[in-house]
């Protein structure tokens, strides 16, 4: 059981570059997310997705794309890269289950995004 | 949207003090989680708490939600060297797209001086 794995691990892009940053669980759990992590500013949400051919938007999902063709997969796409996504950035998933239901997420070991 | 406020930002304790981490939203939250993070590491999930004014504990850590279910903390007695990490607290509303969104606190960042 590796839980949620995260490639690459490190990434040095130039502006105006696109990449994929993948996101794979094992567990079999439906809810997905990807958040950006800044100095002094937390964790945001990017996009998250509930299940297999559903996502939206999260509080910051402007220049990234993301698509959930099977429970396993959450891409998230950086279209056209910029300095101000220099971050890192995390992907999570838990089991389904809403406001009071919900149950803890699992984070992946993330990915350190430089983009000059 | 929904904010959750964290303070406080920094904390720097000795050794064997106790530290305290409060958190704070701008709606009423159905649940909220705690997770710790290592420095260079990531979120790892603590607990979470659903019940108006419930308490938890685990070993040194007191975790608590409020009677309106708008703040919580969570309060580390004797604090050791391996407690150094940032603490986040995040929060999930009832219904609605708040409901699957997990919205974290800015965390407060712990360090414990030997």
């Known amino acids: 059981n590796a839980g949620v794995t995260q490639t690459p691990k490190f990434q040095v892009l130039k502006t105006g570059q696109s990449m994929t940053l993948q996101c794979a669980q094992d567990?079999?759990?439906?809810?997905m997310s990807w958040y950006r992590q800044d100095p002094g500013m937390g964790l945001r949400l990017i996009h998250y997705s509930v299940g297999a051919g559903i996502t939206d938007q999260g509080e910051v999902p402007n220049g990234y794309n993301v698509s959930r063709s099977t429970t396993e997969d959450f891409p998230l796409r950086l279209l056209s890269a910029a300095p101000s996504q220099t971050s890192v950035y995390f992907c999570a998933s838990s089991p389904p289950g809403q406001g009071a239901q919900s149950r803890g997420y699992t984070f992946g070991s993330g990915t350190r995004l430089t983009v000059v | 949207g929904q904010q959750v406020m964290q303070i406080p930002q920094y904390q720097h304790v000795q050794e064997g003090e106790d530290f305290t981490t409060y958190c704070n939203s701008s709606t009423t939250l159905s649940n909220i989680q705690w997770y710790k993070q290592r420095p260079g590491g990531h979120p790892v999930f603590l607990i979470q708490l659903v019940k108006s004014g419930e308490v938890k504990k685990q070993k040194r850590l007191t975790f608590q939600f409020g009677e309106a279910k708008k703040n919580s903390s969570l309060h580390i007695t004797a604090t050791q060297t391996t407690d150094v990490g940032t603490y986040f607290c995040a929060g999930l509303r009832d219904s609605g797209a708040g409901s699957y969104q997990l919205t974290f606190g800015k965390g407060t960042k712990l360090s414990v001086i030997p």
């Open positions: 567990m079999n759990h439906e809810y």
